[in-house]
C-alpha cells in the first residue's frame, strides 16, 4: 500500500477497503496524460517563480525518465499504488529526491484527475473521429462506383420503390458524417482546462491559469473550480455520441445480416471476416456484424450508468466519480474496435448487383411510377392508385412483374396506357427521373458525391 495521504491517520487501510478504493488498475492507461499534465504544471510553477528553474528542470527531467521507462517495459505500473497520480509522484520522489516532493504545489488530485481524463478523452477523440473519416472514406468509393447499381428501396421490410447501392450508402454517409459532427463539437466545448481549480476553491498560489491552459493546448481555463473539478458533462456527451454512432452502426450490421442471408443474397462478406460453425460445415456466419450489433448495448449501458452515477453527486468532487473511467474506456475501446472492423469488412464486401437488380425488378417497385404515368396523362391520382392496384393483383395471379404485362392487358384495366408505359416503368427511368435534392437519381446523386468529396477534403 503506497498513499499519498497517511498523515493524520492512525491505523493502517484494511486490505479490502484499499483494494476497493484504489484505481490503479485502471486509471493506469493514462499515465502519459498525467505527465504531461504535470510537466505543464511544472512549467507554470516555474514561470511563477513558484518553484527554481533548476527544481523544476529536475522534476521534468525525473517525469521524462519515468514516461520512457513505463513505454520501453523497464518501468512497470503495478497496483501497489493507489492510482496513477500516486504512482508517478512516488516514483519520482524516488528518482529524484526531494525537488519530486514539490510536483503536488498549487494542485489537488481532483483537479489532476479533472484534467487527465479531458485529457485522454480528446486523445480518443482524435482516434475515434479518424476511424469515423475512413468509414465516410469507404462510402464513398462505393457510392462513386454505384450510382448505376439498382436495388429495391425498403419500408416495413417489404420492397417499396427502387433505388440505387450509391443511395442506400449515402444514407449512411450522413449518419456518419453528422457523428463525426458530433465528436468534433464536444472535443470544442470540452477544450478548457481544470488544472489550477485545487480541490475545489481554487489555490492561494499565484498560478497562471492561462498559461497552463495554453500549455496543453486548451483554449482556457474553466471558469468555476468547483465545476471544474466535478464537471463529467463532456464523457456523457461523447457516451451519447457513441451511443448514437453505435445504433448507426448496428442498424447497418442488421441489413448486412439480412442482405447476407441465403433467402436475400445482395452481398457476400469477405471470408476474413466470416466465421463457420463447429458443426454444420456450409456455415458461414456473418459475426462480425452480430458483435457489433450486440456490443451496442454495451456503449448504451456505459451511458445509462454514467448518467445515474452523476444524478445524486453534490458538489464538488466526490468519490464516485471514480466511476467514471471504466464505463467510458469500455465504451471507447469497443466503439473504436466496432467501426474500425465494421469499416474492414464493409471495403471487401462483394455486392450481388445482379440479384440487388433482380430483386428490384420483382415486388412491384414500380408501382408508384405506374400511378404517376397515369397522372401525367390526365388521371386523378387516386383512381390512378386504384388502377394501378388492380394491374398488380393481375400480375399476382399470373405470377409476373409489371413489365412482363402486355399492353393489351394494361389497357383492359385503362384505355390511358400506350406503349411508352414499359420505358415509364424500367428501373432506370422509376430511379433517374427522382432527381430532387437527396434523390437516388443519377444526375443529383453525382452532385451530392461532390459535396461529400469536398467534406472529406476540408477536415
Ligand atoms: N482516483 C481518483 C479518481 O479517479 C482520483 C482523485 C482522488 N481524489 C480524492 N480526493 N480522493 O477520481
Sequence with gaps: MAQLWGGRFTKETDQLVYNFNASISFDKRFYAQDITGSIAHVTMLAKQGILSAEEKETIIDGLKGILADVES????????????????????IDRIGEPGKKLHTGRSRNDQVALDMKLYTRDEIEVLNGLVKEMLEALLVIMEENTDTYMPGFTHLQKAQPITLAHHMGAYFEMFKRDHERLTDIRKRMNTCPLGSGALAGTTYPLDRNYTAELLGFDGPTMNSMDGVSDRDYLLELLSALSIMMMHLSRFSEEVIIWNSNEYG?????????????IMPQKKNPDIAELVRGKTGRVYGALNSLLVTMKGIPLAYNKDMQEDKEWAFDAIDNAKGCISLFTGMLKTMQFNKDRMK???????????????YLVNHGVAFRD?????????????????????????????ISPVFEED?????????????????GAPGQTVMKQVIEVYKKYIETY
Excluded at 266 to 278: K, R
Aim: with cysteine; charged share 25%.
Design 358 to 372: 433482380d430483386s428490384a425488378r420483382h415486388g412491384f417497385t414500380n408501382a408508384t411510377d405506374a400511378a404517376d
Design 421 to 437: 408505359i414499359y420505358e415509364a416503368i424500367s428501373l432506370e427511368t422509376c430511379v433517374n427521373k427522382r432527381v430532387t435534392t
Design 73 to 92: 517495459g523497464k518501468l512497470e505500473i503495478t497496483d501497489q499504488y493507489e492510482d496513477i497520480h500516486s504512482f508517478v509522484e512516488a516514483t519520482l
Design 384 to 412: 390512378a392508385h386504384g388502377i394501378v392496384g388492380q394491374l398488380v393483383l393481375t400480375c399476382l395471379e399470373k405470377k409476373i412483374a409489371l413489365d412482363e404485362l402486355p399492353l393489351a392487358e394494361y389497357q383492359k
Design 266 to 278: 445482395f452481398v457476400e462478406i469477405d471470408d476474413a471476416y466470416s466465421t463457420g460453425s463447429s
